[in-house]
């Protein structure tokens, strides 16, 4: 099994599509967190001219970034489910290699899901810090403090969840095309728009992951533990979807 899971990370971390995601993360998040930062110095917590309307503790500061990394969650989570089908049919080898099929899916799955927390915990930690010491809102911009460890905690763990929900898409479809159809409109602010039309587009799996590093004061989201849970059955029960139908299908 630890050959298996070292093989599946090397198959991760050798494709040039992850390198390039990975530096998008990294670089589009600091980048834009320092010039976000940087205008917003000066401005007092309840000007209308910040992203929100409701002045907004300072440990949350940073955290509206987590947008941008989204899109690259889901398109890891995509691209990792749709490495091994296509042309080469490079899941027939696998399977050849490994036939116990429900074991294989679940080290893909822990590799997609180890290595989005790993990225979310390196864009958005740089990010925040970036944020705090322009900002120089009374937070260290290098320790922090314990709610914003919190925060980052959670959107590793709301990241860990999204692109498990987009690997398991891509398993059930053997294609990006349908978890990237699905998952982006809800990531690039379809989901925070449908929470002012009806209440229950709070649990849509990306606005209750939202909730765990975003201001409940606003009325937008589900507290930070129900968010948690919310996210964490769509992700974990989709997952055991796509697991069963991978372990039923023929030719997975």
Request: glycine letters at 10%.
């Amino acid at each position: 099994m630890t050959r298996l899971l070292r093989s599946e990370f090397y198959k991760l971390f050798t494709a040039r599509s992850t390198w390039v995601i990975a530096a998008a993360m990294l670089v589009g998040t600091w980048g834009m967190s320092y010039v976000d930062a940087y205008e917003a110095v000066g401005v007092s917590s309840d000007d209308p001219r910040l992203y929100s309307a409701v002045p907004v503790p300072a440990e949350y500061n940073g955290f509206d970034m987590a947008g941008w990394g989204y899109v690259f969650v889901v398109a890891l989570g995509a691209l990792w489910a749709a490495s091994e089908y296509g042309r080469s049919g490079q899941i027939r080898t696998t399977l050849a290699a490994l036939p116990k099929r429900l074991g294989l899916f679940g080290i893909k799955a822990l590799v997609c899901a180890s290595s989005v927390m790993l990225l979310s915990f390196a864009s958005m930690s740089g990010g925040v810090m970036i944020t705090h010491y322009l900002a120089r809102d009374g937070i260290s911009p290098i320790a922090l403090n314990a709610a914003v460890w919190a925060h980052l905690a959670g959107l590793a763990y709301a990241w860990a969840m999204v692109a498990l929900l987009a690997f398991s898409l891509g398993v059930l479809a053997r294609s990006m095309i349908v978890p990237l159809a699905v998952l982006l409109p809800l990531v690039v602010g379809i989901g925070d728009f449908l929470v002012g039309l009806t209440p229950w587009a709070k649990y849509l799996p990306t606005v209750a992951a939202e909730s765990l590093y975003s201001y409940s004061g606003s009325g937008t989201f589900l507290s930070p533990l129900a968010g948690g849970i919310v996210v964490g059955v769509w992700g974990l029960l989709l997952s055991a979807i796509a697991g069963f139908v991978f372990f039923r299908r023929d030719g997975a």
